[in-house]
């Protein structure tokens, strides 16, 4: 298991932007596949983007073009930038990593380790 931490949720309005930041203390992040994932309310979490160990990234196809994921390695922080914000992306972000798989995958059967989470609300 990583210890992963998220920040950077809150409340915006459509059409609004947001940074979601994901840290490890200890653990070099980006070694294996790293993921965003998001759960809404009496729904299943999904994947929302991952990136693998070798830099390839896949998005879900309801937040393509307008979200974009991104590891810094100076900073050990995984991101996820979140533009063009709609109402249906309200959901609770989680970020999540694996400790045996590299490819990028939205499977979340893949991940054994994972954050709190943090608040995304997005008003029209």
């Known amino acids: 298991q990583v210890p992963l931490v998220e920040s950077g949720g809150g409340s915006v309005q459509v059409g609004g932007s947001l940074r979601l930041s994901c840290k490890s203390s200890g653990y070099k992040l980006g070694t294996h596949v790293m993921g965003w994932f998001r759960q809404a309310p009496g729904k299943e979490r999904e994947g929302v983007a991952t990136?693998?160990?070798?830099?390839?990234?896949i998005y879900a196809a309801s937040v393509k073009d307008r979200f974009t994921i991104s590891l810094n390695n100076a900073e050990n922080t995984l991101y996820l930038e979140m533009n063009s914000l709609k109402p249906e992306d309200t959901a609770l972000y989680y970020c999540?990593?694996?400790?045996?798989?590299?490819?990028?995958?939205?499977?979340?059967?893949?991940?054994?380790?994972w954050g709190q989470g943090t608040q995304v609300t997005v008003s029209s």
């Open positions: 999540a990593t694996s400790t045996r798989f590299r490819i990028s995958t939205l499977s979340r059967t893949m991940y054994n380790s």
């Open positions: 990136r693998g160990d070798d830099g390839t990234t």
